[in-house]
């Protein structure tokens, strides 16, 4: 089983709801149920992590307004000030299997790095707070590339926008 306790994040990032469009659609599950489940799995997340900033996203890939209007009203529901929903503006998925290429992964991570700089933690550091490394061995796609922020300085001091584009630089 998982350990909640080993590693506690500032910040839980949920991407869910991109296939739940088609399970909707082909009639195997109603907006209901996702909302139902959703609901359950972040009253479940957040009995883990009780203080920690959950944000809710959906959209990297397409945007289906229904999912999109359930999860945002499961957020709601959820009445809990340090739980956030963040629509992506749809990125260039000419990856593997219609995926977000490279391109398209620094978008959106620039994209969602803009939301989380208007949350509580926005704080100013330099290009020393951090370190963006590049990894291309993903075990099911060898098209993929994946980035890994190391951080320099304690959380408190290095929350602001990241410029993950600079892995291309390096």
């Given at each position: 089983?998982?350990?909640?306790?080993?590693?506690?994040?500032?910040y839980?990032?949920?991407?869910?709801?991109?296939?739940?469009?088609?399970?909707?659609?082909?009639?195997?599950?109603?907006?209901?149920?996702?909302?139902?489940?959703?609901?359950?799995?972040?009253?479940?997340?957040?009995?883990h992590y009780?203080?920690?900033?959950?944000?809710c996203?959906?959209g990297?890939?397409?945007?289906?307004?229904?999912?999109?209007y359930?999860?945002?009203?499961?957020v709601?529901?959820?009445?809990?000030?340090?739980?956030?929903?963040?629509?992506?503006?749809?990125v260039?998925?000419?990856?593997?299997?219609?995926?977000?290429d490279?391109?398209?992964?620094?978008?959106g991570?620039?994209?969602?790095?803009?939301?989380?700089?208007?949350?509580?933690?926005?704080?100013?550091?330099?290009?020393?707070?951090?370190?963006?490394?590049?990894?291309?061995?993903?075990?099911?796609?060898?098209?993929?590339?994946?980035?890994?922020?190391k951080?320099?300085?304690?959380l408190?001091?290095?929350?602001?926008?990241?410029?993950?584009?600079?892995?291309?630089?390096?």
């Open positions: 089983p998982w350990d909640f306790n080993k590693f506690i994040p500032h839980l990032i949920i991407n869910l709801g991109t296939n739940d469009a088609g399970i909707v659609n082909r009639g195997e599950g109603t907006l209901n149920e996702l909302s139902e489940s959703y609901i359950s799995f972040l009253t479940s997340i957040r009995s009780e203080r920690n900033i959950i944000v996203c959906y990297m890939m397409s945007v289906d307004r229904d999912i999109s359930t999860i945002n009203s499961a709601i529901k959820m009445n809990d000030p340090n739980i956030h929903y963040f629509e992506f503006t749809p260039s998925c000419t990856g593997n299997e219609y995926h977000p490279v391109n398209g992964s620094i978008d991570a620039n994209q969602l790095i803009g939301f989380i700089d208007g949350l509580t933690y926005n704080e100013q550091f330099d290009d020393s707070s951090y370190e963006v490394s590049q990894a291309t061995n993903c075990y099911y796609n060898a098209n993929c590339v994946t980035y890994s922020i951080l320099n300085k304690p408190s001091n290095v929350f602001g926008k990241i410029n993950i584009g600079k892995a291309n630089q390096k």
